[in-house]
Structures are given as C-alpha cells and as structure tokens.
C-alpha cells in the first residue's frame, strides 16, 4: 500500500471522471476536489490489506480505480461477501454503526482507494452541507443494494437455488 498524492487526481483523470462514480455521483466538483486533496489516497497492489478485522472504524474508502475484495472474517477462513468496484466503499457501515471492523478488505488487482476519515468526513458536512446530504444519499443508496444483495445470497444459500 503506497501513499500517493490526491491532488494529481485532479488533473488527471480529472473531478468529472470521479463524479460517475456512485458514490460521488451529483456532487459539487468543488467537494471532490476537497476530498480528494485532504483524504488519503494510496495505490494498492494485488492482495494488498485495506484494512482487517476487529480494528476500530474511523474511516471508510472509496475506490477510485480496480477493486477491494471484502471478506468475513471467520477466524479459519475467509468468506467473500462482495466486491467494491469504482465508486463504491468499503468500510462505510463499520465507521457508521460505530464498531470495529468484522471482515478484511483486499484489493483485487491493482487499484487506487481514497481514504475518509470520520474527521474528514464531518469537515466536510461543516465546509460542505449540501454536498454532505447528497453523498450521504449516494452512501444509503449504495448500502441498501448492498443489503438487497448480501439477503438474495443469504436465502439462495437457504434454499439451495437461486431466487429469481
């Protein structure tokens, strides 16, 4: 995991490329560019950690580029749950429901992720409140797919075959 800088992202590929992304979808480009330049963005090489289980929460990632891998920790193995794919985050519902993580995030490949820290996350509702509402509908959004999925594997496991 390689820290780089989040600034040059600006310029290449640029904000309007990261607002097509769900969780940055119809923000301001003024607030991309202020998360993007006060986060943390690090390059991740394949199976690299984001993060690991039964660590506290005080930040979440979205993923700029490539995909995380999130698995379940089951102490003997590792249970793939989902994958988070450009614009999506990993992390979120850990940092919000306030507990600590209970999976481990890898990349899949080599990716770029942008680090949200809880103290970054509430700068920006104080710097940005508009935005901060959008982004927190784009993050429901994306949790409540989310769920819907994680409930179809959990009763297709149930049943045996897949439900329509």
Do not use: W
């Amino acid at each position: 995991m390689e820290k780089i800088d989040g600034t040059r992202l600006l310029e290449s590929p640029g904000v309007g490329h990261f607002k097509t992304g769900s969780t940055f979808g119809a923000l301001s480009n003024e607030a991309v560019a202020f998360l993007l330049s006060k986060g943390r963005v690090f390059s991740l090489s394949d199976g690299d950690k984001v993060f690991y289980a039964n660590e506290p929460a005080s930040c979440f990632y979205v993923v700029l580029e490539g995909s995380v891998n999130y698995f379940h920790d089951l102490k003997d193995t590792e249970v793939l749950i989902r994958t988070a794919n450009f614009g999506d985050t990993v992390g979120y519902v850990s940092m919000i429901g306030l507990f600590d993580r209970i999976g481990i995030a890898k990349s899949r490949g080599s990716s770029l992720v942008l680090e949200i820290s809880s103290d970054l996350f509430y700068q920006m509702h104080i710097d940005y409140p508009f935005d901060f509402g959008i982004v927190m509908l784009n993050l429901t959004r994306n949790m409540a797919r989310t769920i819907r999925a994680v409930t179809t594997q959990y009763a297709t496991a149930c049943v045996g075959h897949p439900i329509p």
